[in-house]
């Protein structure tokens, strides 16, 4: 990290020239010149000044947020495989768990199922990409065809099945993350 050059971001994000950020921590124009150019560095009392005035603080200085993602390739996918139930799932956000939602695509071969899930809070969504499965929710089951999506809030257990004789691929979104 370039002090200097975070010091010169929150400068002039608080619309200061280099003479009123000095005035303010009573250090000379030529001093914060050379501090934002890392032609010197300040003690540590003097960068709490110089923050104090900026309107932060050490560990807010030097919190290194890294930038949310916002695009996820095929590097970025977990997958889990489970032969016993016939079945892959495919989650396509890493550490989705920390958010509202968890995508997820679900390949079922015929035969195959998801793990049952217990009633929950929360709500489900399926979009059936490829094959028929068949959705069972608390009693019902329901099938549901390529092009065909289903939604329900998540208030009985439910798991899903392909009872065809071809592959089945299905997008999943849960909210909050279940899977």
């Not at 010169?8 to 003479?19: A, C, D, G, S, V």
């Amino acid at each position: 990290m370039k002090i200097g050059e975070k010091i010169k971001r929150l400068r002039i994000q608080h619309n200061l020239t280099q003479e009123e950020l000095a005035d303010r921590c009573e250090l000379s124009k030529g001093f914060i010149s050379q501090v934002e150019r890392e032609l010197t560095s300040p003690s540590i009392a003097t960068l709490i000044d110089i923050l104090e005035s900026l309107g932060t603080n050490l560990q807010d200085f030097f919190n290194q947020d890294v930038p949310e993602k916002l695009v996820f390739t095929k590097n970025d996918v977990a997958v889990k495989s489970d032969p016993e139930l016939k079945s892959e799932i495919s989650w396509l956000v890493p550490n989705a768990q920390k958010n509202v939602m968890e995508p997820i695509v679900v390949h079922l071969e015929p035969g195959g199922q998801t793990p049952y899930d217990d009633p929950h809070d929360g709500e489900e969504f399926g979009y059936v990409i490829k094959g028929q499965i068949q959705l069972h929710f608390g009693s019902a089951v329901v099938k549901v065809r390529t092009g065909e999506s289903f939604y329900f809030p998540a208030q009985a257990g439910h798991y899903i099945s392909n009872a065809g004789k071809r592959p089945a691929v299905v997008l999943w979104v849960a909210s909050p993350p279940s899977f």
